[in-house]
């Protein structure tokens, strides 16, 4: 047994500090990223946010949304082949699991349209598997020049592992930290994710690749503290739950509307599309309700508003150099006030 002392720390443990600023209007700051990537050599731009691969959100309609933002969204694992739209393919990621049956499907898409498997992202929960990485360099040899990403990991060694043998391009970060998991409380396994933000990105960039931060983020400052940390992509669940766009059933009870939301993991997903909890398992995700918000596009702008106006509290003119303009002041637990 071996104890680490630094204290590691989550987006409710720090603010940002504000810093004086030459820019005048949250209407300068560029949203819009552009990545060039190490194994796949393709360049990608747009706003660097994703909506979850969870049946509940990465949904056609989402996309259709998003692609509007110039944002992606990443399709849940259960989406037919025949579904993936033909149009503006680099504003959708196709996710698979690390399966035969992933492969088979993945391969059979590829060979179908190559251009829908213009962005992969392999996704399981534990990504410290050996198997995960196998997977990856398989998917690698299959389309040479597409846009891979994998996780989920929030350590160094594992981040660079999957870069440098699993030739990922974008690594997902994140575990036990989403809204709906309770990988923390049935294993006891995670990481507060700032500081897998940071660790992650450094090791990252160290070699050539980006990161998604994953899970966590609850409300626009989140976003900014996760992109302020070092963050390329945020990917968000909870905050796109709940809308018109997201997947889920609406329930009304009396004069309130609510949609459903639920982890991957858990037991109203595993009836769904396993039917049912296989008992070498436990579930590790919950369901809840989620008021009903209405139309994404208001969340999105109230996002984008925000990231713009911590830019200008910072004097960040866009959002790659937010992190060399951030300073992280900890706090004791600021409790964000419900979202939404
Ligand atoms: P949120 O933005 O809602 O905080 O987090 C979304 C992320 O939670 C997803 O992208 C995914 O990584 C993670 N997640 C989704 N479902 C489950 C689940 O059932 N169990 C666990 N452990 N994580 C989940």
């Given at each position: ?315 960040s003119k866009n959002l790659k150099d937010l992190p060399k303009c951030t300073t992280f002041m900890r706090v004791n637990n600021q409790v964000n006030r419900i979202y939404g």
């Amino acid at each position: 047994m071996k104890i680490e002392n630094e204290i590691k720390l989550d987006f409710s443990d720090v603010l940002i500090r504000p810093k004086r600023s030459v820019l005048k209007s949250r209407s300068d700051i560029n949203l819009e990223r552009e990545f060039r990537f190490p194994h796949s050599k393709q360049i990608w731009r747009g706003v660097p946010i994703i909506a979850s691969n969870m049946d509940t959100v990465g949904t056609i309609d989402m996309y259709e949304a998003l692609r509007g933002y110039n944002m992606m969204t990443c399709f849940h694992k259960f989406m037919e082949e025949n579904e993936y739209p033909k149009n503006d393919r680099d504003r959708y990621i196709i996710s698979v699991g690390i399966g035969d049956r992933d492969y088979e499907k993945l391969l059979s898409i590829y060979k179908s349209d190559p251009l829908k498997c213009n962005l992969v992202c392999v996704d399981i929960a534990n990504g410290y598997l050996e198997d995960l990485v196998k997977f990856c360099r398989r998917v690698r040899e299959m389309i040479p020049n597409c846009i891979l990403m994998a996780g989920n990991v929030v350590t160094r060694e594992m981040v660079e592992e999957l870069i440098i043998n699993g030739k990922v391009d974008i690594v997902k970060v994140g575990i036990g930290s989403g809204s709906v998991c309770t990988t923390r409380i049935q294993t006891g396994v995670g990481m507060p994710q700032l500081s897998a933000i940071m660790e992650c990105a450094d090791a990252a960039h160290g070699c050539g690749g980006h990161i998604i931060s994953d899970g966590g983020i609850t409300c626009p400052g989140d976003a900014s503290k996760a992109f302020g940390g070092g963050a390329d992509f945020v990917m968000l669940g909870s905050m796109l739950a709940g809308h018109k766009e997201s997947g889920g059933e609406l329930v009304e009870e009396g004069e309130k509307k609510y949609k459903v939301f639920y982890g991957m993991s858990s037991s109203t997903a595993m009836n769904k599309h396993y039917g049912g909890v296989r008992n070498y398992r436990s579930s590790e995700g919950k369901t809840v309700k989620i008021e009903y918000r209405g139309d994404v596009s208001d969340t999105i702008n109230d996002l984008l508003g925000g990231i713009r106006s911590t830019c200008t509290y910072v004097n960040s003119k866009n959002l790659k150099d937010l992190p060399k303009c951030t300073t992280f002041m900890r706090v004791n637990n600021q409790v964000n006030r419900i979202y939404g």
